[in-house]
């Protein structure tokens, strides 16, 4: 095939429209077939029609003028609008040159469609960064107003050494180049400017189109063209163009075509076939261009592009080929057949793109893609993206597992955010999040409260994660929502208990001596009541010191109870009989306009918790309820069984499960949030002064929290208020622990009893108690002397808790029990926190009597602890 054949084969198979006319009339000599496709005539009807047929009427003047002008072999003459049969606008950049055809002066046309790059301009503020062409502007003083991360590279200055500088100042050896030429000319007569230019330094040629700009400046694209101006001076005319191409061009003849014959044979590849392979042009020349294919070459794209290319129809594939060194890439490549001198299809021309860097960053994106929905199934998190351009936003499956709500197939409005969000913190939250937008930050943080489905709101820990474009502009966000309303309730639960534990702190010491006192001033009191029997007026006294100190023994019980350090006895319990068997005394508490139901299912679990320490709680919400229902209402004392899911954290552990829920709720006023915030907190109270002591809730919450279980409060300003009790239960089959007939127990005895007692007073006091009961005491001030002295017919060794010396009441009962085996022991304490307890309990067979005791019950607990069986600690 000689130079003439190849012209005639790379003109008509070249993909872009091509045409030659006549310079005098203008009319078309010949079109390719890429023309006859893009604007929709053929090519008998373009040799009937001129260029301006196709050109836009208000168009054709500057037509003339520019072919007029043009005097250049070559002419580059920028883009111009060509209209299709159809009546579309399409936007082309026009490059020719002349030539002579069939004996008249012509100029060959290449007329690439750049109607989508026309657009993207027009939009350029969004994708300039993306360009591969160096761009800036100049404003009207010639000063730098923007400059793309490509022009930095270009001009090896970083932008913000040039932005506000005059251009001339900053690149003075430019004033004497075409570059300062093009500017003012494109500024005088407002049209655009292209040329070509070496720049030294860099060292590179360019290529460069000044376009004037509404405010008096000018935009510039450059783009480097130095390999292309090398390649430039090697070819001429239509092989140089061919040549320049970035994209691989390769001919073959048209037969044989099959694969058995050896397939078709390449006569022809251009400069960039030998750059993308590795293959010389000798080694490929006369082989067939199935030589590329390798492994992961698809044979069902190789078999759909050999048939059509049987068919005689042009084709696009992609495709792997492989290099000389076997490394594969894809190629686009659009094949099209051609015929020389009218036979049918002689060759096939191939121009082939290499797309590597696009598959690959296609399928980074699917794999990326894929990831992150594997990632937004597989986490517990409630995973949003917003598209912020579309102001669309798109929620994985959990909003529905967490929350209630179904994503919808298509993208969520972002509003929905902002409905669900709790009206005290939509504000905060939004700010927030737009101040974040708006700053150069990447990372956003928020907590706050989410509406679910069902009405309730969880508190929500909120993640995201802002992407930004080269100009720093938010054009995405991906985060994470995590619920955290469980935590957050364990945290103000710890919070509560630190409160308690440093109540507990001052209320263990103050106890113990106080009880010490009240010990002795009631028995005492006791004695004067009774010696003072004739004497009205002085035994009144007395009782009011009886009455007194057991207000007094009531308020420390009291501070116990909130700092959960009083003494429980659990037993297996059935709320529901339980309260029950409270309605007389709960009527008898209410006044007659307060209704009192009682909700209690037959299948209630059993719990385990001190029964009396139930009916003081329940008694104290009673008052509490009666007191907000001053006109009149109706309590209601409500049980039913909660599952562990349904179930909130239990314990220091804050782990969840199965409990027994009592609900005391009233048709009361009600609390506003400040109140209800501090309901549980201990001495806090609303009643005037004298009327209420701060106590009953605190009171209530410690009991529940030392039995294991847990407190809410849910109220409203004038929708009254609902107590609830989360009792953890126990094992299914269990069985409640029968209540126990009281023994009737003497009054006094003759046994040996040790009393063992720190505090003088005490001690004193209960040596004189015992010994008018009948037994014979020995006492000791501690354990140390205790031990050392104890009897060998001891019966019953009575001995505080809490004592000093490093050695404490149940320390001494196991060494006493070591000592004297069978021995019964009670223990008295006002403050009984570690020594005994074990959670808050007393462990089976244990016996303790509180102080303050009264004399009766002093005398009770020594019988019965005397008649029972002896008690065995570890």
Request: aromatic letters at 8%; glycine letters at 8%; charged letters at 25%.
């Amino acid at each position: 095939m000689d130079k003439l054949d190849l012209r005639q084969a790379f003109f008509h198979a070249h993909p872009d429209p091509m045409w030659i006319y006549d310079i005098a009339t203008l009319a078309f000599l010949d079109v390719n077939a890429a023309a006859e496709r893009k604007y929709g005539w053929s090519r008998a009807e373009f040799l009937a029609m001129s260029l301006e047929d196709i050109r836009p009427a208000e168009d054709i003047e500057k037509l003339r003028a520019q072919i007029d002008g043009t005097t250049d072999a070559i002419d580059t003459s920028g883009v111009w609008r060509y209209l299709t049969r159809a009546g579309r606008m399409v936007f082309v950049d026009v490059v020719s040159h002349e030539l002579e055809y069939g004996g008249r002066a012509a100029r060959f046309v290449s007329a690439r469609d750049v109607t989508r790059l026309v657009e993207l301009e027009r939009e350029r503020t969004a994708m300039l960064e993306s360009i591969s062409d160096g761009f800036f502007t100049l404003d009207a003083e010639d000063r730098f107003t923007f400059l793309n991360g490509q022009a930095e590279a270009y001009l090896d200055r970083p932008r913000a050494e040039l932005l506000g500088r005059n251009v001339w100042e900053a690149f003075p050896e430019a004033r004497d180049k075409i570059f300062k030429a093009a500017v003012e000319t494109a500024v005088e007569r407002r049209q655009t400017q292209r040329f070509t230019e070496y720049l030294d330094p860099p060292g590179r040629w360019f290529q460069s189109a000044v376009h004037p700009a509404d405010n008096g400046g000018v935009t510039v694209y450059f783009r480097d063209v130095t390999a292309e101006r090398a390649a430039e001076t090697q070819l001429r005319l239509l092989e140089q163009a061919v040549s320049h191409l970035n994209d691989v061009v390769l001919i073959t003849e048209a037969n044989p075509i099959e694969e058995a014959s050896g397939g078709p044979r390449v006569v022809y590849v251009n400069d960039a076939f030998v750059r993308t392979t590795g293959y010389e042009k000798a080694e490929i020349i006369g082989r067939t261009p199935r030589l590329l294919q390798g492994a992961d070459t698809s044979q069902a794209e190789v078999d759909r592009i050999r048939d059509a290319l049987a068919r005689g129809e042009s084709v696009r594939a992609e495709l792997v080929n492989y290099t000389r060194h076997g490394a594969p890439f894809w190629v686009e490549m659009d094949i099209v057949p051609i015929a020389l001198d009218g036979v049918a299809h002689t060759h096939f021309v191939s121009v082939q793109r290499d797309i590597t860097e696009r598959r690959t960053a296609q399928e980074a994106m699917r794999l990326g893609e894929e990831r992150f929905q594997l990632m937004a199934r597989a986490t517990n998190d409630v995973v949003w993206d917003w598209d912020i351009a579309r102001d669309a936003l798109w929620w994985n499956s959990n909003l529905q597992d967490l929350f209630g709500y179904s994503p919808a197939q298509d993208l969520t409005p972002v509003e929905f955010w902002s409905q669900h969000t709790h009206p005290d913190d939509r504000d905060r939250v939004q700010a927030g999040f737009t101040a974040a937008l708006e700053s150069s930050q990447t990372i956003w943080r928020a907590e706050y409260r989410f509406q679910k489905a069902d009405g309730r709101y969880a508190a929500v820990a909120d993640r995201g994660f802002i992407i930004r474009d080269d100009a720093g502009r938010p054009t995405r966000a991906v985060g994470s929502m995590l619920d955290v309303t469980e935590r957050r309730e364990l945290e103000e639960s710890v919070r509560q208990s630190q409160k308690l534990e440093a109540i507990g702190q001052l209320t263990g010491g103050v106890a113990h001596d106080f009880n010490n006192l009240l010990t002795v001033i009631l028995n005492n009191a006791e004695g004067l009541e009774e010696a003072l029997a004739d004497q009205p007026s002085l035994k009144d006294l007395a009782s009011m010191t009886i009455q007194a100190a057991e207000r007094g023994a009531e308020l420390t019980s009291r501070l116990l109870a909130v700092a959960r350090r009083q003494a429980l006895k659990p037993t297996n319990l059935d709320l529901g009989t339980l309260v029950r068997n409270l309605r007389p005394l709960l009527r008898r508490t209410l006044s007659e306009d307060i209704e009192i139901e009682i909700v209690a299912p037959a299948n209630l679990w059993l719990v385990e918790a001190d029964s009396g320490q139930v009916e003081v709680a329940l008694l104290n919400l009673a008052i509490n309820a009666r007191d907000a229902m001053s006109g009149g209402g109706k309590l209601t004392l409500r049980l039913d069984n909660v599952g562990e899911g349904r179930a909130p954290p239990t314990g220091d552990l804050g782990i969840r499960r199965p409990c027994v829920r009592l609900a005391v709720s009233d048709t009361g006023q009600g609390m506003p949030k400040a109140v209800l915030s501090r309901a549980f907190e201990p001495f806090f109270t609303t009643k005037p002064v004298g009327k209420g002591s701060g106590l009953g809730l605190s009171m209530v919450y410690g009991f529940i929290k030392q039995t294991g279980g847990e407190a809410r409060i849910r109220s409203a300003p004038g929708k009254g208020a609902t107590v609830e009790l989360f009792f953890p239960s126990l094992a299914r089959g269990t069985s409640a622990t029968p209540v126990p007939a009281r023994p009737r127990l003497g009054k006094g005895g003759c046994e040996h009893i040790m009393v063992v007692e720190d505090d003088a007073f005490v001690r004193e006091n209960l040596t004189v108690q015992l010994r008018a009961l009948g037994y014979r005491v020995t006492t000791a001030e501690g354990a140390a002397e205790a031990l050392a002295g104890l009897p060998d017919d001891i019966d019953l060794l009575f001995t505080d808790v809490v004592m000093p010396g490093g050695m404490n009441g149940r320390d001494l009962a196991i060494r006493a029990l070591t000592l004297r085996p069978g021995l019964r022991v009670l223990f008295t304490s006002g403050y009984s926190r570690d020594a005994l307890l074990t959670e808050g309990r007393l462990p089976p067979g244990v016996q303790l009597l509180g102080k303050p005791y009264r004399r009766h019950e002093l005398a009770d607990k020594v019988r019965e602890v005397l008649d029972a069986e002896p008690l065995a600690l570890a």
